[in-house]
């Protein structure tokens, strides 16, 4: 009995030993492909256009009037618009596609309520006639668009994201992106985050909430860049 007991337990053992050997390297085969994405060197997405039949395309969300000015709310990123503006204008010289995002409020007394000058494009970023205009109504700006079917009717693969907010509309829109297959960048300094207090209703800065989006985006959805490494590229 005492040897049937002892071999039951070394069998036990076995398997348990077996199942956390199993675990450990699911966790390090994901944190290699994790980490593999997430080093993908910016200037080999900018390029990668040369072996497609179509450029990268800028893709600016809701920089609209509303998003401007104290009122908004504190916020990081001071030189963002600077960095956006030069990023619109290197894709304009280059002729590679650009889409503006809108966000076009369904609440009644919101700043992006139609009619309201808020829902108007800051006047650097208002888009050419030939630059393609997304309206949206909730943050992701693939739910309810025709953003997804314009891109793959031009056969463009690459998406070089910017915009506001960092925590919301860029991230949702990044995320789905990023799941459809799309292969994404993310400009970091060409972004930017509001102060928001957390579940606990602790305050966090504009940079905590930033800085924390870009995390849950890296290297699982997208890549991250500075302006200077993407137009250096470009």
Request: with cysteine; charged share 20%.
């Amino acid at each position: 009995h005492q040897h049937e007991v002892a071999a039951a337990t070394a069998i036990l053992l076995a398997c348990s030993c077996a199942l956390t050997a199993r675990r450990t390297r699911t966790r390090v085969e994901h944190r290699t492909l994790v980490d593999h994405r997430s080093r993908a060197p910016v200037a080999a997405n900018v390029r990668a256009h040369k072996m497609s039949s179509s450029p990268p395309a800028l893709i600016i969300i809701d920089m609209q009037c509303g998003m401007s000015g104290p009122s908004a709310g504190r916020r990081n990123n001071a030189e963002a618009e600077a960095h956006i503006a030069s990023l619109l204008a290197a894709w304009r010289a280059a002729n590679f596609p650009v889409v503006h995002v809108k966000h076009v409020s369904r609440t009644p007394g919101s700043p992006f309520w139609p009619g309201q000058v808020g829902v108007d494009f800051q006047p650097q970023f208002v888009p050419t006639t030939d630059e393609y205009i997304v309206e949206k109504s909730v943050p992701d700006a693939f739910i309810n668009t025709g953003l997804e079917r314009w891109l793959r009717a031009r056969g463009i693969a690459q998406l070089f994201v910017c915009g506001v907010s960092t925590n919301i509309s860029v991230e949702s829109s990044t995320r789905t992106a990023g799941n459809l297959g799309f292969q994404v960048t993310v400009i970091s300094d060409a972004t930017f985050a509001f102060e928001k207090s957390d579940y606990d209703g602790v305050t966090r800065t504009a940079e905590e909430v930033h800085a924390m989006s870009l995390a849950n985006l890296k290297g699982e959805f997208a890549t991250l860049a500075k302006t200077t490494e993407v137009l250096s590229a470009l």
